[in-house]
C-alpha cells in the first residue's frame, strides 16, 4: 500500500546505520534545560520531574502519543494536585522549563482512582509543541530547545541521520514501511514495545491476522485489548533497516491510538536505537542511529524468539508476560505473570533466558489461588 502523495511524509535525507556519528550541533542558548529520566520501575517509559527547584515534584510521563497534558486522580493528589470532582478546565502548574503546564485531571469514571486501575501522569504535543523536544535514549535525558534558536528546518543531515517530514498534527506521524508496504504510524514513546498495527493495517501489509498466535491482552488508558504476535521480516524507518522485528497486531484497533494512523505506531524499543528530535512547529523529525539492537522490553529479541518467553525487566527480577506454546519455556512449565527473581545480582533478562534454553531450573514466584508461592521449575528427563 502508497500512501496519496498529499498524505506521504517525505524523506528528506538518510545514511547508512554504521556511518559516523555527528557531533552536537545544538546552541548552548538553545538549550532550555536537560532533564534526566527518572528511575521507574517499569521499564520503557520516559519519566522526567517537571517541578521547579525546591517543589513538590512533578512526575510526568513524556508521552508523544498524547494531545493532552492528563492525570488520573491518584497520580494528581501525589504532585499536590487539589482534585475537584466538579472541575471541568485545566488545571496549571509551573514547570522547570519556565512555562506553566495545563493539564486535566480524568475525573469522569472516579475523583478517587483511575477507571483501570493504572494510575498515572501525561505530558503531551499541546505542551512539547512549545519546544523541539531531544530524547537521547542512550544517555538517559531530554533536552528542551527552544525553537526560536534551533530548528530542524535549518538543519542538513549528517551521517548516520535521517531528516523526515511530520504530519501537521500536534502527535509526530510518519511514514515506516513493513516488508515494502508503507504506512503511517504514530511516533509514540508512552508505547513500550517496538511496533503496534491494528487488524486493518496488518492485513494491508499483507499480514494473515487470523493465523497469528494470540499473544496476550495489552493495557492502554481505556482498558485492555487483545493482541497477537506478528514477526515482520524488514522494517525500514528513515533508511535505516531492522531485522525480523516483533509486531503486536491488535485486531479490533486500540481505543483509536490516532486516526490518522489506523490505530497503529512506532514505541519505545524502535525510538530508543536512535537519538530523536521532534520539532513540532517545523514539523521535522530527526533520528540518529545510535544502536540497532531489536528487543522487547529491552530484552534481546531473538533469544525470546528461540526461548519462546516474553519477559519484562524489574529491578528485582523479570516478570513473564507471554510464553509461547510448545516453546523449551512451555515445556519447562512457565506461565504467564510468574515471576523470575534474580539469583545473582548481576543477573539479567538474557541471562535468564539462556538458562531456560538450556533446561536449568529455575525458580519461579507464582500466585496459586490467591497466595504467591515458590515454585521451583525443570525440565523433564529425556525419555529412554
Known amino acids: 500500500m502508497r500512501l496519496a502523495p498529499q498524505l506521504a511524509s517525505v524523506w528528506l535525507a538518510t545514511c547508512g546505520p554504521l556511518a559516523a556519528i555527528a557531533a552536537d550541533d545544538v546552541p548552548a542558548n538553545a538549550v532550555v534545560d536537560r532533564v534526566a529520566f527518572l528511575e521507574v520501575d517499569e521499564p ?223 514505541g519505545y524499543d524502535l525510538l530508543a536505537q536512535f537519538l530523536v528530535r521532534f520539532d513540532y512547529q517545523g514539523r521535522r523529525m530527526l533520528l540518529r542511529k545510535t544502536g540497532d539492537r531489536v528487543v522487547f522490553y529491552g530484552v534481546d529479541y531473538a533469544l525470546e524468539r528461540e526461548t519462546g518467553v516474553f519477559l519484562q525487566p524489574w529491578p528485582t527480577g523479570s516478570r513473564v508476560i507471554a510464553v509461547m506454546p510448545d516453546s523449551p519455556a512451555a515445556k519447562l512449565g512457565l506461565r504467564a505473570r510468574d515471576f523470575i527473581t534474580r539469583d545473582a545480582p548481576a543477573a539479567t533478562p538474557e541471562s535468564i533466558l539462556r538458562e531456560i534454553q538450556s533446561g536449568e531450573r529455575v525458580n519461579v514466584k507464582r500466585d496459586v489461588d490467591g497466595v504467591t508461592t515458590d515454585v521451583a521449575l525443570e525440565a523433564s528427563p529425556a525419555k529412554p
Open 44 to 266: 520503557n517509559r520516559v519519566y522526567l520531574d517537571f517541578a521547579p527547584e525546591g517543589s513538590e515534584p512533578l512526575r510526568l510521563e513524556l508521552d508523544t502519543g498524547a494531545t493532552h497534558a492528563v492525570m488520573t486522580p491518584l497520580a494528581a493528589r501525589a504532585a499536590g494536585v487539589s482534585v475537584r470532582p466538579l472541575k471541568q478546565d485545566a488545571y496549571r502548574r509551573k514547570t522547570r522549563l519556565g512555562r506553566d503546564l495545563q493539564f486535566y485531571v480524568d475525573t469522569l469514571s472516579s475523583d478517587t482512582g483511575s477507571r483501570t486501575g493504572w494510575e498515572y501522569g501525561l505530558v503531551g504535543g499541546d505542551f512539547l509543541k512549545q519546544y523541539v523536544v531531544e530524547i537521547d535514549f542512550a544517555s538517559r535525558a531530554v533536552r528542551f530547545l527552544d525553537p526560536r534558536r534551533y530548528s530542524l528546518l535549518e538543519v542538513q543531515p549528517q551521517d548516520g541521520e535521517a531528516l523526515l517530514v511530520l504530519r501537521d498534527s500536534p502527535r509526530p506521524i510518519l511514514p515506516i514501511q513493513i516488508g515494502g508496504h508503507e504506512l503511517p504510524v504514530l511516533a509514540d514513546t508512552g508505547q513500550p514495545w517496538p511496533i503496534q498495527l491494528s487488524g486493518k493495517a496488518a492485513k494491508e501489509v499483507g499480514v494473515d491476522v487470523d493465523s497469528l498466535p494470540v499473544w496476550r491482552a495489552i493495557r492502554t488508558t481505556l482498558g485492555n485489548v487483545e493482541a497477537r504476535v506478528y514477526v515482520a521480516p524488514d522494517v525500514s524507518i528513515g533508511g535505516f533497516h531492522f531485522a525480523n522485528v516483533p509486531v503486536l497486531v491488535t485486531p479490533k484497533g486500540s481505543y483509536n491510538i490516532s486516526g490518522e494512523t489506523s490505530d497503529s505506531a512506532i
